[in-house]
């Protein structure tokens, strides 16, 4: 086997591992983590779109029950609420498309993955359970970057990356089409725009899937 075909092998053999074990601990404390750091992304999302149209961001804040809540004025409400899941979803992509980034070392990604969180929860989180994960989860990601062997950052800036995408398209399933009448981003888009609840949700999640399939083949082909 050329070592083309070995490495892709591996990738295919490892993304498995990582979706069993992703999927048989998805409601332990294992994964807890890694859901309430994709609820940051998700927020944070929203605060980017709120000041990129020209809004004012007051704070964020983070749910201990996988929940959260991004408060300002102004903006585009239109772009700020369509950010939340399609905004996780594209940092996660960034997240994996960063892991397989040869220029950088990943060791040195993993550590400024870290430092922004850290950054972000100084500037925008106020409640006591979102300030107490953003210190704990960015300084962990920090010391990880630095200490772990680079095969390992790596491995954990992708499986951070994979999990943001997997956890935005269950959360849109979860959040708009298995609950439409919840107050969810595509329920008040709804209210905003007439296009029925479930609508945005079929869009959002299909934009998803197409995007994590993507991202999954260009991965496969880099390995």
């Known amino acids: 086997m050329n070592p083309s075909a070995r490495r892709r092998l591996n990738f295919v053999l490892g993304f498995a591992l990582y979706f069993a074990a992703v999927w048989y601990l998805w409601y332990t404390p294992v994964i807890y983590p890694l859901k309430i750091f994709v609820v940051l992304l998700h927020e944070v999302s929203h605060a980017v779109a709120l000041l990129a149209t020209g809004g004012v961001v007051d704070h964020i804040t983070l749910d201990p029950r996988q929940g959260g809540a991004t408060l300002g004025a102004g903006g585009w409400p239109f772009v700020t609420l369509s950010a939340g899941y399609l905004g996780s979803l594209f940092f996660g992509a960034l997240l994996v498309k960063g892991a397989q980034w040869r220029r950088m070392g990943s060791g040195t990604l993993l550590s400024l993955v870290g430092g922004a969180v850290l950054a972000l ?54 959040d708009i089409l298995d609950r439409p009448g919840l107050e969810s981003d595509a329920h008040m888009l709804a209210e905003l725009t007439g296009v029925p609840t479930v609508a945005w949700g079929v869009i959002w999640i299909g934009v998803a899937i197409v995007a994590a399939a993507l991202l999954i083949r260009s991965a496969y082909r880099n390995a």
């Open 121 to 174: 929860t100084a500037i925008y989180v106020r409640n006591p359970f979102g300030l107490v994960f953003g210190v704990v989860f960015g300084a962990s990601l920090v010391v990880s970057g630095r200490k772990l062997p680079a095969v390992w950052s790596r491995r954990l800036t992708m499986g951070l990356g994979l999990t943001s995408v997997l956890y935005a398209i269950l959360d849109i399933k979860s």
